[in-house]
Each structure stands twice: as structure tokens, then as C-alpha cells.
């Protein structure tokens, strides 16, 4: 077994060292690093204590460096004997893991497959019979696109075997039988903040107050408003009124100020 280097100091400094747990000079090195003051209770012994932790980690350093410059040309010799297998390595560990994620990334859901038979006037319901996958395929679409579509209607016309994007059509309620035995018509209102934030279609009253004075108001409290936009002269709305007040409506409406004043559940 070599001697450690700490066998170079005088036997009594050894001697005084091993009393504070020191044997080693790699142990001196390392108290002095954490006590620079440590040398100085060994009185006489204090200068040549100092002096060899001193010449120790200047050897330690020189042996590193000696070793850094004899590994780098052997390390830099492999690497370069090795780059085109380094290549073709990363190639693949990059190939490897587009395959990986490809196969485990969660795609996207697409949008609704499904499209009208026939086209589609503004403000109709679309129901399950109107809806197919394709117009050559012919088969009912799956429920996700009817879940999708079916109940909504779109403030434009919809052409057949066009495929139907969700986001133009009603975003509110889901109708079914509701528009049976209405009329479909676009009325000027004057204009309100009560239905603000609301999104068609849903029920309202509709008051309807004649300029002539002396003449009594009509209250129409059976109607959905299907459409609701704001524009430079006030307000305007598409409703389905019953048609049973249809002829009623249309006596008044030329010589009166509509109003939407409340919403029913």
C-alpha cells in the first residue's frame, strides 16, 4: 500500500495531527480548506503544515492537468473515428420517436361528418331524416353528428351534400316541434339592452304600441325571436309567432313601435 504524502511531515506533526482526526493529507487539505486558521494552534509546526497543504493541492492541480491533456487527443481520436456512427445513432433515436408520437399524440377531433339530402331554407330546423354522411354513401351519419346538428337552424340557406359547420348555426336552445304552426318574419324593434348576452333562439313577449293615440296596445306573449342584430337604426328581429296571430301582427305593424320587452323561460 503507497504512503500517503502526509508521511513527508515530521513524525510529532503527524503525531499532533492524528489528535484532531487528521491522517491524510487529503483530511489536512480538506480542514484547512474549511478552517484556514486550523494550523495555527500547532504553534512552531504552523508554517511547514501550511507549507505542504500549499505544495499538496499544487501537485493535485498539476496531476489533473496532466491527465485532461493526455485523455482529450485519445477522446477527440474516437469521436472522430466514430462521428458518421454518431449520425446514423441520432437518426434514429429521432425516427423512433416520430413514430412514438405519431402513434401515441391524440389527433384533433374532426368535425362533423354529416350533410344535408336537400337544401335547407334559413331558420328550419335541421332533423335526423335531412342529415346523411355523404351524398354516395347515403348512410345516417353517427351520433356525434347528429348530437351536433340536429335541433339547430342557420340564418343562411344550406346547400345539399355540403358538409355543415356547427359554428354557424344557433347556438342556443335545442328546438324539436316549437316552430309547428308558425310564421316566420322579420320585425323592426325599438331598441332595448334587456336581452344583451342572450343567444337565440328563446321565448319572448312582444308588445306592440299603435302611434295613434286612444288606440289600445297588442300583447303577444307566444313567439320565439330566432335572430336578434343591432344596426343603425335601432333593432331588428326574426321571429316564429304563432299563425293564428299572424293576420292580427300584420295590421298593426305598419303603424306601430314594436317592442321585445321580456323573456319567458
Known amino acids: 500500500m503507497p504512503l500517503d504524502p502526509i508521511n513527508s511531515l515530521p513524525e510529532p506533526d503527524r503525531l499532533a495531527l492524528a489528535v484532531q482526526n487528521v491522517r491524510t493529507a487529503d483530511q489536512l487539505t480538506d480542514r484547512v480548506s474549511q478552517d484556514p486558521q486550523f494550523p495555527d494552534q500547532f504553534g512552531p509546526a504552523a508554517a511547514r503544515i501550511r507549507d505542504f497543504v500549499a505544495r499538496y493541492r499544487y501537485l493535485a492541480r498539476q496531476r489533473s492537468e496532466d491527465f485532461l ?57 335541421i332533423t335526423t331524416p335531412d342529415l346523411q354522411v355523404s351524398c354516395k354513401s347515403g348512410m345516417a351519419p353517427a351520433q356525434k353528428s347528429l348530437d351536433d346538428l340536429v335541433g ?3 340564418l343562411e340557406y344550406l346547400k345539399p351534400c355540403v358538409p355543415i359547420d356547427p359554428k354557424k348555426l344557433s347556438s342556443g336552445p335545442r328546438l324539436s316541434t316549437e316552430l309547428h304552426g308558425r310564421t316566420i318574419v322579420r320585425l323592426k324593434l325599438q331598441p332595448t339592452s ?8 328563446f321565448k319572448a313577449v312582444l308588445m306592440v304600441a299603435p302611434r295613434e293615440r286612444g288606440t289600445t296596445s297588442l300583447l303577444l306573449n307566444d313567439l320565439f325571436v330566432l335572430d336578434l342584430q343591432r344596426d343603425a337604426e335601432g333593432m331588428s328581429a326574426v321571429v316564429a309567432i304563432s299563425s293564428a296571430d299572424d293576420p292580427t301582427l300584420a295590421s298593426f305593424v305598419a303603424r306601430s313601435d314594436l317592442w321585445l320587452v321580456a323573456a319567458l323561460p
Open 152 to 154: 339547430r337552424y342557420s
Open 69 to 125: 491533456r493526455r485523455s482529450l487527443p485519445f477522446t477527440e481520436g474516437r469521436i472522430r473515428n466514430h462521428r458518421f456512427d454518431i449520425m446514423v445513432l441520432l437518426a434514429i433515436v429521432f425516427i423512433a420517436f416520430a413514430v412514438w408520437r405519431d402513434r401515441h399524440t391524440t389527433s384533433p377531433p374532426k368535425a362533423s361528418q354529416a350533410v344535408l339530402k336537400s337544401g335547407l331554407p334559413p331558420f328550419h330546423l
Open 194 to 201: 334587456v336581452f344583451a348576452g342572450m343567444y337565440p333562439p
